[in-house]
């Protein structure tokens, strides 16, 4: 039997405190919608638990209630998978990870550190840095991004050539189950053949399994010198061919960013600064290397034997100068995003169809709508695109589906690292298939048999 709302809102009072209960829509605001503008909706109530108890509490009323739960970490999402619906039959509840904040001391002897889900990826990088270690993920949203939220999604960023994507860096992991049953695997060992990879499974899952509370993670070596140079390129295949050369030749690369001029030139309208060449280069790479000693003679070399495919080349192994250089390629989204409400998209491609994808997609665009401005960007060894089209209505799909479908015609993924949320749950069987949307339905299902965890996200509400 259900609650009444006034009897919902009794029962998360009582859960996490009256406090942490968020009923007025002011307050509510910056939680039902997303980063993109594009997605949102009204939630009953926001509610903020401070504990893993607390969490289980909150689904505990929720499944009495017969509400549904939307989990919330940074909100700093593209897909629409952390706001609540716009449409819902059901009472929606926005649970917000962000007071699961506990650090624990680095373990010196494993490398390894346990987080709670509400950290920030700075102040994970912050806290690893004083004992000596680094994090091997890192992404432009680094101030607003959560462990949990990034472990939902299994978020990727700028060194996932070098370090894996955010599952690889999971240990051990604490989560909640939608009954209110804790999973717990922690300290975690590196080495641990039990059965079924927990932590691995919720990693992805997009908070429809569970929802994460604290997680156990590798940790790597803080090294000492690091170098960033912006190549000037003639064109996206050049680009490509150059960054398999990079990847093959440095052993100390640890990212290689793409992106064309017409992005560079929004950036520096948008926050400042000055051209980096005197020349205008159809597309550059911004390439990253850190190693114990020195990498710049090594980035250097490889740079000046890979000939005419540089057209101009910067360096930088200052502080100031490597974050001048970053800016430029980490300030797109938001440059873009200062345009009006984008069409964001984020697709994965086999390198051998990375650069022809690049001309085809913008041709595909101009087609279905035409006049509108696509800017691509992303990281160039993983295959990884994004692309952020002005022009069209938030509401209009045609766009959307217009670069979808390209991207499964030329053997990619409709999404590389951000998700299907609820922007592209038409898409996930055309990507996965149907054996293997109907094998994740089944383990849905099995864990959370009411359907009260982010009900939309990855499969379509019916």
Wanted: glycine share 10%; charged share 20%.
């Amino acid at each position: 039997m259900s609650l009444e709302p006034a009897a919902l809102l009794d029962a998360l009072r009582s859960a996490v405190g009256p406090a942490q209960v968020l009923t007025d829509p002011d307050l509510r605001a910056s939680y039902e919608s997303d980063w993109t503008r594009r997605w949102q909706g009204e939630a009953a109530a926001v509610v903020r638990p401070g504990s893993t108890e607390e969490v289980a509490a909150v689904f505990r009323a929720c499944v009495a209630a017969g509400a549904v739960v939307v989990p919330q970490g940074g909100n700093t999402g593209l897909v629409g998978g952390s706001v609540p619906r716009a449409v819902s039959w059901k009472p929606q509840v926005v649970l917000s990870t962000l007071r699961l904040r506990d650090l624990e001391e680095v373990d010196p002897l494993a490398g390894e550190v346990t987080v709670g889900a509400g950290v920030t990826l700075a102040a994970l990088h912050a806290h690893a840095g004083a004992a000596g270690y680094g994090f091997g993920v890192d992404l432009a949203a680094r101030d607003s991004a959560t462990v949990g939220g990034m472990i939902a999604t299994n978020a990727g960023g700028i060194h996932v050539l070098r370090h894996g994507m955010m599952r690889a860096q999971l240990v051990g992991i604490e989560a909640v189950l939608a009954d209110g049953t804790v999973l717990r695997r922690l300290p975690g060992l590196v080495k641990d053949n039990t059965g079924y990879n927990l932590a691995s499974l919720l990693a992805g899952s997009e908070g429809t399994l569970a929802v994460v509370t604290r997680a156990r993670l590798r940790l790597t070596p803080l090294l000492a010198r690091r170098v960033v140079a912006l190549l000037g390129i003639a064109n996206s295949s050049d680009a490509v061919e150059l960054a398999g050369e990079l990847q093959r030749k440095l052993p100390s690369l640890s990212a290689v960013e793409l992106f064309f001029d017409d992005g560079l030139q929004l950036v520096l309208e948008h926050a400042g600064g000055e051209p980096p060449f005197r020349e205008v280069h159809p597309a550059y790479l911004l390439v990253e290397a850190e190693a114990a000693e020195d990498p710049t003679h090594a980035l250097a070399a490889v740079v000046q034997a890979a000939g005419d495919l540089v057209r101009d080349a910067v360096l930088a192994s200052d502080q100031a100068g490597r974050e001048r250089l970053w800016r430029l390629r980490e300030r797109h989204t938001e440059a873009i995003s200062a345009l009006g409400v984008a069409h964001k998209l984020d697709v994965g491609l086999p390198a051998a169809a990375l650069a022809a994808f690049v001309g085809a997609v913008r041709q595909r665009v101009e087609r279905v709508a035409p006049g509108s401005r696509t800017f691509i960007y992303g990281h160039a060894c993983e295959g990884n695109l994004h692309l952020g089209i002005i022009g069209p209505p938030p509401d209009d799909e045609t766009v959307d589906d217009a670069v979808l479908r390209l991207t499964i015609e030329m053997g990619g993924t409709v999404s590389a690292e951000h998700g299907i949320g609820i922007a592209k749950t038409a898409w996930l069987e055309a990507d996965r298939g149907a054996a293997d949307v109907a094998a994740m339905r089944a383990i849905k299902s099995a864990l959370d048999p009411h359907g009260i965890l982010n009900p939309g996200v990855l499969f379509a509400l019916s």
